[in-house]
T-cell receptor
Framework: SQQGEEDPQALSIQEGENATMNCSYKTSINNLQWYRQNSGRGLVHLILIRSNEREKHSGRLRVTLDTSKKSSSLLITASRAADTASYFCATDAPNKLSFGAGTTVTVRA | EAQVTQNPRYLITVTGKKLTVTCSQNMNHEYMSWYRQDPGLGLRQIYYSMNVEVTDKGDVPEGYKVSRKEKRNFPLILESPSPNQTSLYFC????????????FGPGTRLTVL
């Protein structure tokens, strides 16, 4: 069963703008991860945030985690055409990782 | 180069013809898993393996088998494929528990006619 759900399903922005997507999950977690997938290719790990962390940065990426609301957000600042991809959150459950359905981001030139 | 490889990358087959999709990793990872990806459903886990000879069902195991005889290899077996198994399949591995960063293979696009 899917643990995480991303919102929105799709997002279209202009190059240079920021993109924000959200992930909600149902049960307690140890950590939450975000992945990127370019058009049918394998997923690439972006960032991992632990349950005792509230915010984490990696380059142009900023992730927040609110365990009381069971939600996380991924912010991509100053977007580029190369950021066009699908983004997935993944939450850990005993012995497995559960992915949401993803947010498809299109960055227009 | 650290990587997860899958073969074949593309496969068209017919209902009932047994097939195997291979997965191999060169990072000495203990945890390996198989996912299928379908439009609107995201990734769903089929099977996972915590270590050699230790495998368990994921969320959608029906119609699939796996084995883990060596640490580096984790083949996915479809004994009698059916059209509803047409999907994009990914193998992934991580050092220890699944909560670690997962390394994904390039995917296998399977069509069952």
């Amino acid at each position: 069963s899917q643990q995480g759900e991303e919102d929105p399903q799709a997002l279209s922005i202009q190059e240079g703008e920021n993109a924000t997507m959200n992930c909600s999950y149902k049960t307690s977690i140890n950590n939450l991860q975000w992945y990127r997938q370019n058009s049918g290719r394998g997923l690439v790990h972006l960032i991992l945030i632990r349950s005792n962390e509230r915010e984490k940065h990696s380059g142009r990426l900023r992730v927040t985690l609110d365990t009381s609301k069971k939600s996380s957000s991924l912010l991509i600042t100053a977007s580029r055409a190369a950021d066009t991809a699908s983004y997935f959150c993944a939450t850990d459950a005993p012995n497995k990782l559960s992915f949401g359905a993803g947010t498809t981001v299109t960055v227009r030139a | 180069e650290a990587q997860v490889t899958q073969n074949p990358r593309y496969l068209i087959t017919v209902t009932g013809k047994k097939l195997t999709v291979t997965c191999s990793q060169n990072m000495n990872h203990e945890y390996m898993s198989w996912y299928r990806q379908d439009p609107g459903l995201g990734l769903r886990q089929i099977y996972y393996s915590m270590n050699v000879e230790v495998t368990d069902k994921g969320d959608v195991p029906e119609g699939y088998k796996v084995s883990r005889k060596e640490k580096r290899n984790f083949p996915l077996i479809l004994e009698s494929p059916s059209p509803n198994q047409t999907s994009l399949y990914f193998c992934a591995s991580s050092l220890l528990a699944p909560g670690n960063e997962q390394f994904f293979g390039p995917g296998t696009r399977l069509t069952v006619l």
